[in-house]
């Protein structure tokens, strides 16, 4: 089947190589002219693992093209997503302008009937929205049935760094469709996941577009609940680690997503939990649950300050080494990365910073550059600091040379912000560690 991907960002980008790769042919749309540029040419502007080459093999077999020119793209294609961004306005709502006038566009280059599936996270009622824009656009009075067009909902929830295999072997698929003619050519475009044993849900619209929120905010619940339970093990002596190991293994609770640390980050938990705190409200619901997750969150985020803080009370001109400032491993996206507080508290309070992280560097030098050190690996940042601060879980940080580390440091204090080491095996080393709820009252919080 033939589809473009408006927006060529995260989303869009593995979205229409995901398609491309199931068989159909996808033209993806960008009015970033260097992106589509660099597309063109094969170069993925994002890094992802195994994304270019996804991206290069299609291309190559001539089932995936970009361009800046909506028309062109939309021109053969039955379907049309929307993939383009959903930030936060300045009262935490999801603001729509680019959705919006993304469906207008659409509605001006239609040439024939086209189903527009809004991929892009929305709140619920938006998919009425974009119906109403067209309509607009269009000429057509509301409510009244026409046959130019329908509109889908069709939520993403691949994660950064897994985005492919998320795309390519979704748990699930959500699809929001009112009109049942149109429900039979989801199934027909998702017919190659469905093969391969990943189910579709048809939903009613609405439904669609509240379960994206709902999953992301009950994961980001999880981590926050979790976070507080480390909070109670720093306080009474109990590791964290241990506590989610014993709940975890049930298996109505699970392991993923129970891990303690810095505080979730990314383009898309703080977001969306803000967001739908907002929904909440406007509809007269008090958001209490979601306001917790957030306050703790934010808490989770100050801890190595604090700790630096305790261990050098008015310090100022301490030598900080940060281990990665991605907002999870695999990605170099920065965005609400738990990283960035970290070092502006440093910077702030007159530290130096000098920061590694594998991926994330180009992103990272383009703010911080000339006023934090970086590496060009993980041990040059060290020598000569005061604390180490583990703050994204990259694989190469995770089973250090621990007597390097020591010798580089000028004192060998270790903040664990992902709980990746054992305290009481780097205690035996002569390194203070602190992780996070790992009940070290002795030498922690
Ligand atoms: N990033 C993720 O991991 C993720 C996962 C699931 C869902 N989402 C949701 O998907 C949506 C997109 O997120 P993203 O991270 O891909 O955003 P992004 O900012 O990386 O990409 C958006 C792209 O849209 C393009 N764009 C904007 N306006 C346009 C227009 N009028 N015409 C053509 N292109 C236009 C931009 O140039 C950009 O390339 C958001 O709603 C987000 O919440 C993101
Ligand atoms: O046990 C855990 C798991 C994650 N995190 C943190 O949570 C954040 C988000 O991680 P993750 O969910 O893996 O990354 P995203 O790529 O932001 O993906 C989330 O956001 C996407 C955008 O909506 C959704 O599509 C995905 O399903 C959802 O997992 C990161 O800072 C992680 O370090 C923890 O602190 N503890």
């Known amino acids: 089947m033939k589809l473009c991907v408006v927006g060529s960002g995260y989303v869009g980008l593995v979205t229409a190589v995901g398609f491309a790769e199931m068989g159909h042919d996808v033209v993806g749309v960008d009015n970033d002219v260097r992106k589509v540029e660099s597309l063109s040419a094969g170069r993925s502007p994002i890094y992802e693992p195994g994304l270019e080459e996804l991206l290069l093999r299609n291309m190559e077999g001539g089932r995936l093209s970009f361009t800046t020119d909506l028309?062109?793209?939309?021109?053969?294609?039955?379907?049309?997503?929307?993939?383009?961004?959903?930030?936060?306005?300045?009262?935490?709502?999801?603001?729509?302008?680019?959705?919006?006038?993304?469906?207008r566009q659409i509605a001006r280059s239609l040439s024939g009937y086209r189903v527009v599936v809004v991929k892009s996270t929305v709140p619920v009622g938006t998919s009425k929205k974009v119906d109403q824009v067209m309509r607009e656009e269009l000429g057509l009075a509301p409510g009244v049935p026409q046959e130019r067009f329908d509109v889908v909902s069709?939520?993403?929830?691949?994660?950064?760094?897994?985005?492919?295999?998320?795309?390519?072997?979704?748990?699930?698929?959500?699809?929001?469709?009112?009109?049942?003619?149109?429900?039979?050519?989801?199934?027909?475009?998702?017919a190659p996941f469905t093969r391969n044993g990943h189910p579709v849900y048809l939903m009613d619209v609405a439904s669609a577009e509240l379960t994206k929120y709902a999953a992301n905010a009950f994961l980001a619940t999880k981590i926050s609940f979790i976070n507080k339970m480390a909070e109670l093990c720093d306080a009474s002596g109990a590791d964290i680690m241990n506590v989610r190991l014993g709940m975890g293994s049930d298996r109505r609770i699970g392991m993923p997503f129970l891990y303690a640390g810095v505080g979730y980050g990314g383009s898309c938990f703080p977001k969306d939990v803000k967001a739908l705190i907002h929904t909440g409200?406007?509809?007269?619901?008090?958001?209490?649950?979601?306001k917790e997750v957030e306050a703790i969150n934010a808490r989770?985020?100050?801890?190595?300050?604090?700790?630096?803080?305790?261990?050098?009370?008015?310090g100022t001109d301490l030598k900080v080494a940060i281990w990665g400032g991605a907002f999870k491993a695999e990605t170099d996206d920065i965005r609400e990365a738990s990283a960035l507080v970290t070092l502006e508290g440093c910077l702030a309070r007159g530290h130096r910073v000098a920061l590694y992280d594998p991926e994330a560097m180009v992103n990272l030098k383009a703010r911080y550059d000339g006023r934090v050190t970086f590496g060009k690996e993980p041990y040059e940042v060290l020598s000569g600091a005061d604390v180490l601060c583990l703050l994204t879980e990259w694989r190469v940080f995770r089973t250090p040379d621990w007597d390097r580390v020591k010798k580089l440091m000028r004192r060998a204090v270790v903040i664990d912000g992902r709980n990746q080491y054992d305290p009481r095996d780097l205690s035996a080393?002569?390194?203070?560690?602190?992780?996070?709820?790992?009940?070290?009252?002795s030498s922690s919080r």
Do not use: W
């Not at 409200?281 to 979601?290: C, D, K, Q, T, V």
């Open 154 to 190: 069709n939520p993403e929830f691949l994660k950064e760094g897994s985005a492919l295999e998320d795309v390519l072997r979704p748990d699930r698929v959500v699809v929001g469709v009112d009109n049942p003619r149109v429900a039979e050519l989801m199934k027909e475009l998702y």
């Open 300 to 314: 989770q985020k100050e801890i190595p300050l604090d700790i630096i803080d305790r261990l050098h009370p008015g």
């Open 281 to 290: 409200e406007a509809l007269g619901i008090p958001m209490g649950i979601l």
């Open 71 to 103: 028309a062109q793209g939309m021109a053969e294609s039955l379907f049309c997503f929307i993939a383009v961004g959903t930030p936060n306005a300045d009262d935490g709502s999801a603001d729509l302008g680019a959705v919006l006038a993304v469906a």
């Open 429 to 441: 080393r002569g390194i203070e560690c602190y992780g996070i709820g790992r009940g070290l009252k």
